[in-house]
């Protein structure tokens, strides 16, 4: 015990006490640096946080060795400091390269900011779903078909960038699909990986229309590598379809001025024990028209 309250005695007392003080300023070299070093540690996150902590920080550390070279004359200072812009400079150099190496066109940035941005979706994270795609927006004219009833077959999934999909069953309107929608999130949700299947309804462009699609195969190879994107379009897909379910909803009317909610089959008639039991559209007598291929129903659009 000793010992060790000699060392502590040591380094706590055995060092010279600052018993004057200096009247003088550093000069301005170091009063730059110091602000450089406060306004650089106010840097927020993403690429061009780091940017700007990157560039403050180092111009920061090369004031400050020029300081200890011109001023303090203290080769130990000087070095420390240098060795520490050096770094900055690097690390500014690598943010910048990884910057340009994300840019991407109009559309898919306006898609990022609009979509996968609020989701706190990094850009690089975004780089890799772009890829995916292959980088590639596809336009479809007003009146061609995306897809048609019991023909096309279900192997890919796409998000509508611009423009208005009407969809259809055996000709009768269900509802419209709107921009930063999946054309078709129902299909992707009935089917497993392994499993192959048909459109059940027929989706056309109501006027022109850009869209982004993902192949199945090389989207579930991507899903494999990264669960976080995995999980990403889990939530975005499961979201998708809820807007799809109100959509319905919102057409559906019983008698007596009720609307008939989907949700819950059977609260209408719980509710109302003696309404006669309502005819409901003929589309809907025969379950979801986009459902698994088979049998088990998706009330999803």
């Given at each position: 015990m000793g010992d060790n309250a000699s060392f502590w005695e040591t380094l706590i007392y055995a060092h010279p006490v600052c018993t004057t003080?200096?009247?003088e300023a550093e000069g301005s070299i170091y009063h730059l640096a110091s602000i450089l070093f406060?306004?650089?540690?106010?840097?927020?996150?993403?690429?061009f946080g780091l940017l700007y902590v990157f560039s403050l920080l180092g111009l920061g550390f090369l004031c400050s060795s020029v300081w200890a070279w011109l001023d303090v004359c203290a080769a130990d200072i000087f070095s420390w400091n240098f060795i520490l812009f050096a770094i900055c400079f690097v690390q500014f150099i690598y943010?910048?390269?990884?910057v340009r190496s994300v840019a991407f066109d109009r559309e898919f940035q306006e898609l990022y900011s609009a979509l996968f941005q609020p989701l706190g979706i990094s850009l690089t994270v975004y780089r890799k779903i772009v890829l995916c795609c292959d980088a590639e927006v596809i336009t479809l004219e007003k009146e061609h078909c995306y897809a048609m009833q019991g023909k096309t077959p279900i192997d890919k999934l796409s998000l509508l960038v611009s423009g208005r999909i009407r969809v259809t069953v055996d000709g009768e309107f269900l509802h419209y699909i709107f921009p930063l929608q999946f054309l078709d999130s129902p299909e992707w949700d009935s089917l497993r990986p392994t499993e192959e299947g048909i459109f059940q309804v027929t989706l056309t462009a109501e006027t022109d229309c850009r869209y982004v699609a993902w192949r199945r195969k090389k989207l579930y190879l991507l899903f494999a590598k990264h669960r976080?994107?995995?999980?990403?379009?889990?939530?975005?897909?499961g979201s998708d379809i809820a807007e799809k379910l109100y959509a319905l909803?919102?057409?559906?009317?019983?008698g007596q001025g009720?609307?008939?909610?989907?949700r819950?089959?059977?609260?209408?008639?719980?509710?109302l024990p003696e309404t006669p039991p309502v005819q409901l559209p003929h589309h809907l007598q025969r379950g979801s028209p986009r459902r698994k291929p088979t049998g088990v129903t998706n009330c999803s659009s």
């Open positions: 003080w200096k009247h406060v306004v650089g540690f106010m840097g927020g996150s993403g690429f943010v910048t390269y990884q976080f994107i995995s999980r990403l379009f889990s939530i975005l897909i909803n919102d057409r559906v009317h019983v009720f609307r008939y909610d989907i819950l089959p059977n609260f209408y008639h719980v509710a």
